[in-house]
């Protein structure tokens, strides 16, 4: 799992801090070194996510988004991702099986290619669930 954030999302240069933490139990699977992710955000990423869910077509209800302690509109918002901003800043957040990946980017990184670099990953991990029967 290391590699995988490492090689994956981190060496873009376009992603601030990264984590994959199992959706069963909210186990941390891996983060990067300094990572300010608390429980508290992943509770908000799995209640975001049970209202897109819930819906048709998914919505996230509330425009407004908090993570990390900083509040974020939400840009986008289905059944597998959620993208804030908060201001050039960033959280993309996606849903596989068995995983959330998270990631921030800051003001003088790409959105694009931190959102690009999250989709990815997370299809490589949806693929091998699929795989695995997962």
């Known amino acids: 799992m290391n590699d995988l ?33 608390a429980s508290k955000d992943f509770k908000m990423i799995e209640e975001t996510f049970a209202l897109a869910d819930k819906t048709t077509p998914p919505t996230c209800g509330e425009p407004g988004f908090r993570f990390n302690d900083s509040k974020y509109t939400l840009v986008r918002c289905d059944d ?34 931190a959102v690009e670099a999250v989709e990815k990953l997370s299809d490589y991990l949806r693929t091998k669930a699929a795989k695995s029967g997962s």
């Open 80 to 113: 597998e991702s959620i993208y804030a901003k908060n201001g050039k800043a960033g959280v993309v957040v996606t849903k596989t099986p068995q995983f959330y990946v998270a990631a921030t980017y800051t003001t003088s990184m790409h959105a694009s290619i």
């Open 5 to 37: 954030l490492n090689e994956g999302l981190l060496a873009t240069k376009n992603i601030r801090h990264a984590a994959i933490v199992r959706r069963k139990d909210g186990a941390v699977k891996v983060m990067s070194p300094g990572n300010p992710f």
